[in-house]
């Protein structure tokens, strides 16, 4: 018998990659998702008929009830969130809605129809930043942007759901995905696509901040591995070990694609811009099994090539 996953966000970047995935292994889905600018149904065109869909906004608590009491998932993988930064420091309120509204209307519905586990992605980004060392699950909460508050939020309350109901609740944070569909205004497929269009790639200050750039099949491979080894109550951290410079990774692609580093344009800095995120994963690996196995340099090959590969996607999305 096949476990019924729940899956939200499932047309976003992430939750796509997961379900290529999960559904090849012994899983059922029902995805739910807003398709909001970030949402996109061509990700899932792969697997077609094989998952039930519903475009609902995970803040309407009637609709997500009425799901929760047809489809009686065993399992919630909960990736729907608005997730960029610089989105949020312009305006949060579509943050706060879906980030922190939304993750407690779906605790709410898991608790009342007895969901058996409810894995929360969460982000590196709830830490804070941190110049040296790492940071481990037990690190304090310190986020710095709105849409990291948002995220730290909805840790909070599902702890506390954790804590006061003995919800089957888990956390994952993974560090900075990248991959193949991601929307272009994260940096990777930006600096692609506005070199495909031969124009500047925008680059914060001197592009000195620090990320722990982590392959998208690697994340979602660890989403299920949690999914089926995970411990109840427990967080995990997601990282890859891959720490690179964005001016690096910048300077990386234009290689790869044979263009001049005149391409880059420095502007001002995102306000409140965090220096560096780094995560131990030991945990994971050691209670999972799990661990990266594409380095940062194959997995901007592989990513590079994908967008040659769908231009004309990756072109009609990229608004600047
Ligand atoms: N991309 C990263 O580098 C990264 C790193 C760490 C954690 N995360 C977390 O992983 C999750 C997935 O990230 P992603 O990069 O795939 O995001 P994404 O922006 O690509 O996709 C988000 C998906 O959620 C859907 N959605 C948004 N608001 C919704 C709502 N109110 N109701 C229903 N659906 C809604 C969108 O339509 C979209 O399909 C997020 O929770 C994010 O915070 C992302």
């Given at each position: ?32 998702d ?85 894995i929360?992605?969460s982000?590196?980004e ?12 037990n ?41 193949p ?62 720490e ?10 234009l ?58 996607w ?7």
């Amino acid at each position: 018998m096949k476990t019924k996953i729940l899956v939200t966000g499932g047309a976003g970047f992430i939750g796509s990659e997961f379900l290529r995935q999960a559904l090849g292994k012994s899983y059922k889905a029902i995805v739910v998702d807003k398709l909001t600018y970030a949402g996109d149904l061509e990700r899932l065109k792969e697997i077609d008929g094989k998952y039930r869909f519903y475009k609902i906004d995970i803040c309407d608590k009637a609709k997500i009830d009425s799901i929760f009491k047809k489809e009686r998932p065993e399992a919630v993988i909960h990736f729907a969130a608005e997730t960029h930064v610089d989105r949020s420091i312009k305006d949060a309120f579509s943050f706060i809605e879906t980030n922190i509204k939304g993750t407690f209307i779906l605790l709410d519905a898991s608790r009342k129809y007895k969901v058996k586990k409810f894995i929360h992605i969460s982000t590196d980004e709830v830490y804070g930043d941190i110049e040296k060392g790492r940071f481990s699950e037990n690190s304090a909460l310190k986020p710095n942007s709105p849409y990291a508050a948002s995220k730290a939020a909805a840790d909070l309350l599902l702890k506390a759901y954790i804590r006061t109901y003995s919800f089957p609740g888990i956390i994952v944070r993974p560090s900075n995905n990248y991959g193949p569909w991601q929307y272009p205004e994260k940096l990777i497929p930006l600096a692609v696509s506005q070199v495909l269009r031969n124009k500047k790639i925008p680059v914060y200050a001197k592009g000195k901040n620090i990320r722990e750039w982590l392959y998208v099949q690697d994340c979602a491979k660890a989403i299920i591995k949690v999914l089926e080894k995970g411990r109840i109550g427990e967080i995990y951290n997601i990282g890859s070990n891959q720490e690179r410079q964005n001016i690096a990774v910048v300077k990386d692609i234009l290689k790869i694609l044979g263009k001049k580093e005149n391409l880059i344009q420095f502007v001002k800095d995102r306000p409140g811009h965090d220096i560096r995120y780094r995560l131990s994963s030991g945990k994971i690996t050691k209670e999972t099994g799990w661990r990266p196995s594409v380095n940062f340099e194959q997995g901007l090959k592989y990513t590079l090539n994908w967008c040659k590969e769908h231009k004309e996607w990756l072109l009609t999305r990229n608004l600047r």
